[in-house]
Each structure stands twice: as C-alpha cells, then as structure tokens.
C-alpha cells in the first residue's frame, strides 16, 4: 500500500509541476523589463549588438514558446537551460546551492521536531507546572520574534562573542583543511545559527501542537481503559496517548517544511548562506530566466517530497490510514 501510495503522488505531481513551470514563464514574461534591460540604459552598447543578444537569448520568442522548448528540453535531456548571467547550465550553477539549502531545511526540520516535540510531551505530562511554563515561554518568543530579527541578533552575538562565524557556510581556510572530518567539522559550526534562527519557528509551533494533541489524548475514553487495565501512567502515554498525539504532528510535517523553504530563502540572505535561496533572488533582480524557473521547480520538487514524506510517515505510524 505504501508503493502504491508513493506512485500515485509522485504521478500527481507531474501535471502540478507543469502547471507551476507555465505560470513561472508566464509572471517571468509579463514582470517589467528583462535581461537586457540594464545595457539599453547604456548608450555606448550598439542598438545592433542588443538585437543579437535578443534573439541569442529568445527574447524575441513568444512565452508559451520558450516554456514549451524549455520543458521539452527537461524531458528530453534533462536539460534546465543556460543561465544568462553566469553563461553555464542551470544544473551546474544551482546544483550545489539546491544541495546546501536541502542542508539548512533538514537541520532545521531536525533541530525543531528533537526539541519541539519532547517539549510538548513534557508540558502536557506537566500541566500547569515550571516544565509546562517553561515550555510556553519557549513556545511564545519563537513564534513572536520575526526571523529577520533574530537573524540580525544571532549575527550581533556571534560578532560580539566570536563563538560562532557571523555568515557563510565555510571558513576562508576551507581549502585548506585535508582531513574530511575537520570540513565537517566547518561546515556544521557555520550552520548552527542559520539553523537555530530557521528552526525557531517550527520548535514554538511543534511545542504548542504537540502539547494541545497529548491533552487531548490523555483525557480520552481509551486512556481510562488502559489504566483500568492495570497499566502504569508511564505506559499508558506511551503505547496510546503518544502514537495517537503523533498522527496530526506528522500531517504538520508537509505545511512545516513549505514554510521552512521559504523562511530559508530570508535566512540565507541575511546570513550570507549560499543556498538556493539567494540564487534565486539574485537570478530574478537579473532577469535570469531559466535560472529562475529551474529554482523555483527545484523549491517546488522539495515541497512535494516533504509532502510525500509526511504521508508515507503517517501511513507508518497508524495501520488504518495505510490500509485504508
């Protein structure tokens, strides 16, 4: 049931992406202005050669047309185009950067389900107690503090205390080190701010969630039943309550990494992380276009998958959504 299910998503998603990938060419052609625009504006660049350039480039071409060439050539070769900026194949130039947000979500995801989701236990188990209190507080500043903010302190305490590098994703000295392990090493000492500051969010709403499904759950019919029974508090929360506070936080897990995506688009800029995100910014203030259309269905693939992910965990997690 689970091959089943993974099948029909994914063939769900073709004519999804399609649709994205039309409207993208359509906003692309009808945004004011284009690639060429900031050499129009000199009047030392020859009306002839921006003519060339135009036609080089397919300007010229109807929208419906470049889309339907560019989608061809997806299906046909693989192929996402060549950026106009950087003169290379799209796949070349965001290949990476795909890779380094894909990097920041997943820490991020990591970071807010290990703590938001203990956290909820301990506050519902711990109502109207310090755990419970505490774990409200927590909850309260990560969902009112806007992420540009906290950004912008994170960078201001790692200025002031040196404990953490205040942008990038790798030292200067990268190169340098020979040892696997010391990159790594880098790498996740330049990623532990950018994922508090995205993860922020997500543990205050996973808090809150989580302790308002396990409420509810302990005060259920079956809860009484199995204490009944002659089963501990203890086990009781865990072999029922528990699974069945689960079910909904797991549905959350898709709308979360939508909103992780985007959020990472904001943190990667302020904090100078070469992700997916600031290539698309940059590629769009250029006009860029199929850099722009390649970036935008890579951020849509990402959000099907964790949408997929989401159900094939819930399917795991309660037999009779599976086999339903």
């Known amino acids: 049931m689970i091959a089943k299910l993974i099948v029909r998503r994914l063939l769900e998603a073709i004519p999804l992406l399609l649709a994205i990938s039309l409207v993208t060419f359509f906003l692309l052609f009808h945004s004011p202005g284009d690639f060429l625009s900031a050499l129009r504006m000199d009047p030392k660049i020859p009306a002839e050669f921006l003519e060339r350039e135009v036609q080089r480039l397919g300007l010229d071409r109807p929208w419906y047309e470049v889309w339907a060439r560019w989608v061809w050539g997806v299906v046909r070769h693989g192929n996402l185009g060549n950026s106009f900026a950087y003169k290379i194949p799209v796949t070349d130039l965001i290949g990476q950067r795909l890779f380094n947000t894909f990097l920041l979500a997943l820490s991020s995801t990591l970071f807010a389900w290990l703590l938001g989701v203990p956290l909820g236990i301990l506050a519902a188990v711990k109502q109207n107690r310090l755990a419970d209190r ?162 935008v269905m890579m951020a849509s693939v990402m959000l099907i998958l964790g949408n997929l992910i989401a159900d094939v ?10 086999y339903d």
């Open 134 to 295: 505490l774990a409200s507080a927590v909850a309260f500043l990560g969902l009112s503090i806007p992420s540009v903010l906290l950004a912008l302190f994170a960078i201001y305490i790692a200025a002031r205390t040196e404990w953490f590098p205040t942008g990038g994703m790798t030292s200067d000295n990268y190169s340098e080190l020979t040892s696997t392990w010391e990159r790594m090493k880098d790498i996740a000492r330049h990623l532990v701010l950018p994922t508090i500051v995205l993860g922020a969010g997500g543990l205050a709403v996973y808090t809150r969630q989580m302790r308002s499904n396990l409420l509810e759950a302990l005060r259920a019919d079956y809860m009484r039943t199995a204490l009944a029974k002659g089963l501990s508090y203890r086990q009781a929360v865990m072999r029922h309550a528990l699974r069945n506070a689960l079910n909904p936080m797991i549905t959350l897990f898709g709308f979360a990494f939508s909103d992780l995506l985007s959020g990472a688009f904001l943190v990667e800029n302020v904090m100078a992380w070469p992700g997916l995100g600031r290539t698309t910014i940059e590629a769009y203030n250029s006009k860029d276009m199929f850099v722009v259309a390649a970036a």
């Open 313 to 322: 965990l819930l399917a795991l997690n309660d037999p009779r959504i599976r």
